[in-house]
């Protein structure tokens, strides 16, 4: 199985599981008088509609290269992730200016089967991303790591729901606004998170350098083809779940130029052959000065 098919196989695993947990968080927040189950009901709605965004970013990006577009469609990737984000961002906004409305609304105290509910929601939303942000490890995709930090969040609200809740039950009349200050605490990290997914995408699309690993490993596999004396610049570029290289490559510089030219390929189809997650490579090839 491919990275773009296992990042796909994982996008429909998100996608089924917000939307179990939309319907779940919400039905057990109005029955149980409890707004940060609601406002957790509404993260998760747009977790749904994130996940989509995800899925369709991921096929796309999957698609070969072509006369337009001879690098493929990978970029599509961390565009997808700002609009992740976005997502992100109006949850945390409605959640805060519902939270703040709700703060100063006298209300009924939630029912105590919600901490329940959401003890099972932390759980499984746990769950959920660390197996989510481990398939974003292995297919090295930016809108697959939004998407495993969306689990996380919703792990966190629910969290500070729980401890609202808690509060609210535990010391009973006048504390019921201990639910909606968790829900409005949420809100806040979830902003923060926003920020921490929005940078790396950034990056990607700005060419940013922080591959250096990877540069160490292309420069030790690269001295030990044959011909292949030193390496020089080693420039990549990220796009979608393919990292594409331009690499200076010393050779002798008395060899003739038909000679480079086929250790040029060597070079190529090793790299490409031991690191499947390279897409284009571009080998320069320099004389010794020797």
């Known amino acids: 199985m491919t990275n773009e098919q296992k990042a796909i196989k994982t996008t429909y695993f998100s996608i089924v599981g917000n939307t179990a947990m939309a319907l779940i968080k919400g039905l057990a927040g109005i029955f149980g008088n409890s707004y940060a189950l609601i406002a957790d009901a509404i993260e998760s709605t747009t977790d749904i509609f994130s996940s989509i965004l995800v899925l369709i970013g991921l096929k796309y990006s999957s698609k070969p290269p072509d006369k337009n577009h ?13 609009l992740v984000v976005g997502f992100l961002i109006t949850s945390a906004t409605i959640i805060a200016y519902e939270s703040i409305q709700n703060i100063g609304t006298p209300h009924e ?9 959401l003890a099972a929601i932390i759980i499984w939303k746990e769950i959920s991303y660390r197996l989510v942000l481990k398939k974003s490890t292995e297919t090295k995709s930016t809108s697959l790591r939004a998407d495993a930090w969306h689990h996380r969040s919703d792990a966190i609200t629910s969290i500070a729901a729980f401890i ?12 019921e606004s201990a639910d909606d200050w968790a829900a409005l605490f949420a ?58 290289v331009d690499l200076h490559a010393i050779v002798d510089g008395t060899i003739t130029v038909q000679e480079g030219h086929a250790i040029a390929h060597r070079l190529k189809d090793t790299l490409r052959e031991q690191l499947p997650e390279l897409g284009h490579v571009l080998i320069h090839v320099e004389p010794s000065r020797n």
């Open 109 to 117: 105290l939630p029912e105590p089967f919600t901490l329940f509910v």
């Open 164 to 175: 609202g809740i808690s509060i609210a039950l535990y010391f009973g009349k006048g504390y």
């Open 70 to 82: 001879p690098y493929g469609h990978g970029r599509i990737e961390p565009l997808i992730t700002f």
């Open 187 to 244: 809100s806040g990290f979830i902003l923060y998170n926003s920020y921490q997914i929005f940078r790396p995408a950034l990056g990607e699309i700005l060419d940013e350098h922080v591959y250096d690993d990877l540069v160490e490993e292309i420069r030790s596999i690269s001295l030990r083809v044959e011909g292949v004396i030193a390496t020089e610049k080693c420039f990549i570029r990220k796009a979608g779940m393919k990292y594409h």
